[in-house]
């Protein structure tokens, strides 16, 4: 568990973040602005658009703390045991029988009950 201290959002943080979704807009009018130009063109510049945003929101305390939860994350998939193939095909085969036999289970209650509900209405 990280002890690490608060660091309180400066106004060029702010700045920045809102610096980097106006680069964002910015991209996203551009690539339906310039519709006459080819596709590939669009979207490799809207891509350019979105990683000099990212690089933007990377420079602030905001950004730092979610490259770290993300590097933090893969670390522990790394860590799960993952199950084999032939467990997962068991388990899979498995839910497909619960849920036959659920559905004819209901299936049944919901034809006594129609029954029921004849009888008493005539």
Request: charged share 15%; glycine share 8%; net charge positive.
């Amino acid at each position: 568990m990280n002890a690490k201290a608060e660091v309180a959002s400066s106004g060029l943080d702010t700045a920045k973040l809102v610096f980097a979704l106006l680069l964002i807009v910015m991209g996203i009018y551009a690539f339906y602005h310039f519709a006459d130009y080819s596709q590939l063109l669009r979207v490799i510049g809207l891509l350019a658009t979105v990683g000099v945003a990212g690089f933007v929101v990377l420079q602030t305390p905001s950004g730092r703390n979610v490259a770290s939860f993300l590097g933090e994350s893969r670390t522990e998939v790394r860590k799960v045991v993952w199950p084999t193939r032939q467990e997962t095909l068991q388990t899979t085969l498995m839910v497909f029988v619960m849920v036959l036999v659920m559905g004819i289970g209901l299936w049944l209650v919901d034809m006594v009950l129609m029954w029921i509900v004849r009888s008493v209405t005539g």
